[in-house]
C-alpha cells in the first residue's frame, strides 16, 4: 500500500531518493520534445535489478557478508553497460541511479548500449589483496546469469581498477566455460583489453573541454584548474591539463587535499601519493597549504573538477562556489537542484554524460575488438575518441545555444532523442494508435 499522501509513483521510486530527483532532467527533456507519455513511463523504471548477498571467507577464517546490486536500466539501444563500484555507502538507489545516468551517457555518445551499473557495499582498504580476490570472484559467481556480452556488460568505477577487473573476467570465463573477454571491459592489455582505456575517460572530459575552450573564452596558459579526487579519472584528467599549461591549484582526495596557487605537479603529487597512501603533504611550485575536500569545491578558479562522488555540490554549498566552470568527471557530483540554481545563475556546468562519457567509449572500443579479434593501436582509439567526444560536444553546445538551455538540459535533450527513437523504432505508439 502506498504510505499516506504520496503517490504511488513516489512510493515506488522513493520520494527523496537520488533516483526520483534525478528523473526530473527526463521529465523536462520529454516535455520539451514532446515525447510520447508512453517513452517516459518506460524510462522512469529499471528495467531490472538484482540484490545478492556475497558471503566470502576471510584471511582469519571467519566468514563474512556484502551487499551487492547489478542494475539494467534500460537495453533499447542494446545490452546494457556500466561499471561495478566498491565503495562503503554504495546503495541500491545509487546503483539504480547511476544505471540511468549510463542509459543517457551510452546515448549521448551514440553507442549500441543501454545502460547498467553495479555495486559492491564494502571498504576495500580494508581487505587484504586475497580477500578483494574472492570477492570479486563472488560477485560474478552470484551476477553470471545475468551479465554477458549480448546482455549486460561490466567494466570498472570507483575502487575496481584493473586486477580487480581481471578476476572478475577470469571467473566469468571459468563459468561460461569458454574465453568470454566481451563480457567485461576495462581489462588488462595482456586480458584482452584495449590501448587507451586507462586514461580514457579523462581523456575524453580533456577532449571536450579542449573543444570549448574558445567558446567558454579559456586560455590554457592562464587558466586554473581545482580537482576533487585523485584517482583513476582526477589523476590523468590532471595530468593531461598539466601537461597542456593548464595550472593545477589543488587536487585532493578522501583523505583531503592540498593547494598551492603557483601549481602542482600531478605526477610529483602522485608519487607522494603512492609513497605515503594520500595526496596531503604533496608540495607544489610555492606555498602549499593543506585543504578539506569542501575548501576544494569552493576555491576561486577556471575549472572545477568533481572527480570523486556524487552530491559534492548542494544546495548547501553552491552559493560558495567560485570556479567559472564545472566540469563533471565523476558520475552525479552536482545534486539537481543546485544544477538547477547554479545554470539559471549561468555557471556553465558540463554534465556528467557526457564529459566522462569518454570510459564507456573506449570500452565499446574493446568490446568491438574482443568480438572480431582484431587489436587497434592507440592512436586509433585515441583518434575515435576525439572524434567522438567532439561531435557530441558540439551537437549539445549547439542545442545549449539555439534552445538556451543549460547543458545537461541539452545533453538529456540529445541523448533523450536517440533512446526514444529506439524505443518507437519497435513499433510507434503513433502506429498503434492509429491502427
Ligand atoms: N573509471 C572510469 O572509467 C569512470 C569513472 N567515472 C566516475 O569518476 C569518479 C571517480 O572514479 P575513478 O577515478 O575511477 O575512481 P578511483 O577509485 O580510481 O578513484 C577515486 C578517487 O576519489 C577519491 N575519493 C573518494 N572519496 C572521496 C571524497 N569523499 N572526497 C574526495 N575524494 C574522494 C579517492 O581517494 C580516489 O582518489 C566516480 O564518480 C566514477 O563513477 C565515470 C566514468 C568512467
Ligand atoms: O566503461 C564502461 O563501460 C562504463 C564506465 C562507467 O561505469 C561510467 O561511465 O560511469
Known sequence: MPTKNKTLEENMLGA???????????RSASERLNIHPDVFEELKWPRETLAATLLIRMDDGSRRAFKSWRCRYNDRRGPTKGGVRFHPNVSLDEIETLSFWMTFKCAVANLPFGGGKGGVCV?????????LERLSRAYIEAFAPFIGPDRDILAPDMYTNGIVIAWMADEYSSISGQASPSAITGKPLAFGGTNGRVDAT???GYYTLRHLETSLALNPESATVAIQGFGNVGYYCAKLLHADGYKIIAISDSGGGIYDKSGLDPLAVMQHKHETGGVKGAKGQGKTNEITNAELLELECDVLVPAALERQITLDNCDKINARIILEMANGPVSPEAD?????AGQIIVPDILANSGGVTVSHLEWVQNRSGFYWDSSRVRDHLKKTMETETQAIWALHNEMDLSMRDAAYTHGL???AESVEARGTPAYFEGS
Open 202 to 204: 579523462a581523456r575524453g
Open 417 to 419: 532523442r536517440r533512446i
Open 340 to 344: 538547477r540554481k547554479l545554470s539559471a
Open 16 to 26: 527523496n531518493g537520488m533516483l526520483a530527483k534525478s528523473l526530473e532532467a527526463l
Open 123 to 131: 571498504d576495500t582498504k580494508a581487505l587484504s589483496a586475497n580477500e
